[in-house]
């Protein structure tokens, strides 16, 4: 109705003017009947960022209306906070596939490493682009010391773009076990595949590496060769 349109606007308004005193009344406005005035006043939240509307939020992730749903995820992705961690981890589970793309991004943002889980569970999901932001996180996340099987088995997905994100994401783990894994993606046809070894290589800076990047200094994609003698280069400057 009008009432509720205009609490949507002034929601919207706040939202932009990014003052954190908002965050008192807009986490009132979370309670409202209306939908779409409590999915208006999460993204509002969101672009405050001020982490005391993480509670709040997280209730909003088991909302009846998708829309609401997919603005508290949103908004607990942009807030940062490891308390959202939970709530997260079960709209990994929700039956949208936006919601599930948005939490497994927020995931990546909030970078707690109790995520891994079902990050990795979501690297098998039926929908691609869950499955590209949840590898895409698990290399976003503090203390994960090892690479997770799956994600080590994405290097040889039929997705190009997974395998990409997958090599990424190794790279930024940073554990070298998984050399030999990368040294085999390699020898991939798509040259943005073997770029993405030659960078992740270059991360976990491994001397088992440096034949790969010998090989990928006379690679037919000048990208590549580049990249490869850039990082020999700087090895032997170290």
């Known amino acids: 109705d009008r009432d509720q349109a205009v609490i949507r606007m002034a929601a919207y308004a706040l939202g932009e003017l990014e003052d954190a005193r908002a965050v008192k009344p807009l986490g009132g406005v979370l309670g409202s009947n209306d939908p779409g005035t409590r999915a208006t006043a999460a993204w509002a939240l969101g672009e405050i960022e001020d982490i005391r509307a993480v509670d709040r939020l997280k209730r909003l992730v088991g909302d009846d209306d998708v829309g609401v749903r997919l603005a508290a995820v949103e908004a607990l992705g942009e ?52 499955r590209r932001l949840a590898a895409q996180s698990l290399g976003e996340l503090d203390g994960l010391k090892r690479a997770p099987p799956r994600l080590v088995a994405a290097l040889s997905d039929r997705d190009n773009e997974m395998t990409i994100i997958a090599a990424r994401s190794l790279g930024e783990i940073g554990d070298t076990a998984v050399v030999p894994a990368l040294a085999a993606a390699y020898r991939s046809d798509n040259p943005r595949v073997r770029y993405s070894v030659v960078t992740a290589l270059a991360e976990l800076e491994d001397a088992r590496g440096e034949t790969v990047l010998s090989m990928a200094s006379n690679d037919r994609d000048q990208v590549v060769r580049r990249k490869a003698a850039e990082v020999l280069r700087d090895w032997e400057d170290d």
């Open 79 to 130: 807030l940062e906070d490891y308390r959202a961690t939970g709530a997260l981890k079960e709209a990994m589970k929700d039956k949208d596939v936006r919601v599930r793309r948005a939490a497994a991004h927020a995931l990546g943002e909030v970078e707690d490493s109790k995520a891994a889980e079902p990050l990795v569970q979501a690297l098998d999901d039926h929908d691609p682009v869950v």
